[in-house]
């Protein structure tokens, strides 16, 4: 069958695919959240936009609402992958400052936002709506400058993650009761609501695991990607089919396998389409947006924006001073805080499909949503300086949850012997390994094993190595070892690396690429021959060890400095398998 080059969804398709592709890199190149340019591209490529334009016809989207489903898998995907990251156990131990300053910061915001609204003579439902969305902050854009700042585990950083998780885990019962309050009866719908989430939640917590354990025993990534898609797909439409937001379910069926052994293997497997989907449903966000007409009479888009920022912005700060926190981080985390987020899109979006608002009461939201969320990058460099400016930034030790952890990749013979010696010394330890089935049987046993497949970029990514004290990698595949050393380096300068060698040339080449150290197999069991033979001579044991430890800071010096004479093996000899610790 051949490709109709000249259909509009295809035309449509090549439109997004490419503004995709140019916006993710150029953004991120500029350390700029994405949600920026995919709004302004969807308001270029929208019905108001280039396409007014003669001769720009063909820079214009020919139908904008064949994106909606598209875009709204996006928003499922984006809700999936914020599920996987609120595990159980960091909810319990932050529990008091979610729930607390997290809790009281959504309340104040929304309160006073429904003032103003009330005040402006709109009724009570579209009020509820739009104050709720309105008072929800950017995760993604408020994690990303923490992380790229150094201050997660500052006192700004950990008050601000308190109150993001907060309103993640606030965002399922928000879509539920916007999705309830579109029935002819309320009560009914919300019960019928209800029931879809424990259905899908009991179906997550116990069905779905055995899935991915047959996934994971074929090694086959794709495999394992195709099931997370049907459990993803199969809870948004779960939801749909119950009347709620398809987000709401692929939100629940994320947070009952936070605590899966697959979670960071999903969230790898997912990555790739999560930012393309969630462009899709940000130019379709953009392309519903009329600039010409707020060009036209901007007043009311800046004033809202201006209160919007003011009063959420205040009522941080008035909450943090109350609890004694010191004005520069005070400001710092209400500014970073300020701005509403790709949440708040969200849940405009699913007002609107509930016919809560409309009209130009959403468009307006749209336009002051957006607007302030091109603002939430500027702001939260805005409170980082005011905080340094006000000679405050004392970070204050991490929290437990926090403490750096060694990451062990691969966990075979080696890597368990390694865990077993960290262990003596009371030092925390993860450890990652690809065979499924040994994974169940450690967690069973009380370990802190996960599975993940290191042949998988992405997981690198996703094992939070900046919150490690060091990594040891035990895999015995060469080309792997080079390739994971030189992408922790890249994106991990500091970080400890210490790697398992074949041998000396091995070893030098580790070291090449960055590890902080490589122990060479074939000279460690060539100093443990000698010291046993020297010992079984009679030989004391203290010049012996001491004469080993000698010979050994001997040979890492020469390996370092390439003066190694042995010969690495052939490549026809390297496995090929996925990395597993031997």
């Not at 969630?278 to 004033?303: E, N, R």
Request: proline share 5%; hydrophobic share 55%.
């Amino acid at each position: 069958m051949a490709l109709n080059l000249e259909s509009t969804a295809f035309k449509d398709m090549v439109l997004v695919l490419g503004a995709a592709g140019l916006v993710i890199p150029a953004f991120a190149a500029l350390r700029i959240s994405p949600v920026i340019g995919f709004i302004l591209i969807g308001v270029a490529a929208g019905p108001f936009g280039l396409g007014q334009l003669p001769g720009l016809e063909w820079l214009a989207l020919s139908n904008p609402e064949s994106l909606a489903a598209p875009a709204e898998l996006g928003v499922a995907l984006l809700l999936f992958a914020l599920g996987l990251e609120l595990s159980l156990d960091r909810i319990r131990i932050m529990r008091s400052l979610i729930l607390g300053f997290g809790s009281q910061q959504l309340l104040l915001c929304g309160g006073l936002i429904a003032a103003v609204l009330v005040f402006a003579g709109l009724p009570l439902l579209p009020v509820v709506a739009l104050a709720t969305a309105m008072a929800l902050s950017s995760t993604a854009v408020g994690l990303q400058l923490l992380s790229a700042s150094g201050r997660v585990n500052s006192q700004a950083g950990r008050k601000a993650v308190g109150v993001l998780l907060f309103q993640d885990l606030a965002l399922a019962p928000v879509l539920l009761l916007i999705g309830a309050g579109s029935g002819g009866n309320f009560g009914r719908s919300l019960a019928i609501g209800i029931g879809a989430l424990i259905g899908i939640a009991l179906f997550a917590r116990h069905m779905v695991p055995p899935l991915f354990l047959q996934a994971a025993r074929t090694r086959r990534s794709e495999l394992f990607l195709a099931a997370a898609l049907v459990v993803l797909i199969g809870s948004a439409a779960t939801a749909a089919a119950a009347g709620l937001s398809p987000a709401v379910g692929a939100l629940t069926a994320g947070l009952m396998l936070s605590a899966s052994d697959y979670r960071r293997q999903i969230e790898a497997a997912i990555q790739p389409f999560e930012g393309l989907l969630l462009g899709v449903f940000l130019i379709w966000v953009g392309s519903g947006l009329d600039l010409a007409a707020i060009a036209a009479d901007p007043w009311p888009v800046l004033a809202g924006t201006a209160i919007v920022l003011s009063l959420k912005a205040g009522a941080v700060y008035g909450l943090l001073r109350l609890q004694g926190t010191r004005r520069g981080v005070a400001g710092h985390v209400a500014l970073l805080l300020a701005s509403p987020s790709e949440t708040s899109l969200i849940v405009l979006a699913a007002a609107t499909s509930a016919r809560l608002i409309g009209g130009s009461t959403a468009e307006m939201a749209l336009a002051v949503a957006s607007l302030t969320l091109a603002l939430a990058p500027l702001l939260g460099l805005a409170g980082a300086r005011l905080e340094a400016q006000a000679s405050e930034e004392r970070d204050d030790p991490p929290a437990d949850h926090a403490a750096g952890q060694t990451v062990i990749i691969g966990f075979g013979r080696v890597g368990r012997l390694v865990a077993q010696m960290l262990d003596m010394h009371g030092q925390p330890w993860m450890a990652v390994d690809s065979d499924p089935d040994e994974v169940q049987r450690l967690k069973r046993g009380g370990k802190p094993v996960i599975y993940g497949d290191a042949r998988r970029p992405e997981l690198v990514d996703r094992l939070k190595l900046d919150q490690a004290r060091a990594v040891v990698l035990t895999i015995d595949d060469m080309r792997m070892l080079d390739l994971l050393i030189r992408r922790i380096r890249l994106h991990h300068p500091d970080l400890c690396i210490v790697v398992r060698a074949r041998d000396a040339d091995h070893a030098a080449m580790l070291y090449a690429v960055g590890a902080t150290d490589a122990v060479p197999e074939t000279v460690e069991s060539s100093l443990q021959l000698a010291e046993a033979v020297l010992v079984d001579l009679g030989v004391p044991m203290g010049p012996v060890i001491a004469s080993i430890h000698e010979k050994r800071d001997e040979l890492r010096a020469q390996i370092k400095s390439g003066g190694t004479t042995l010969k690495r093996p052939p490549l026809r000899t390297l496995r090929r398998g996925p990395a597993k610790g031997d």
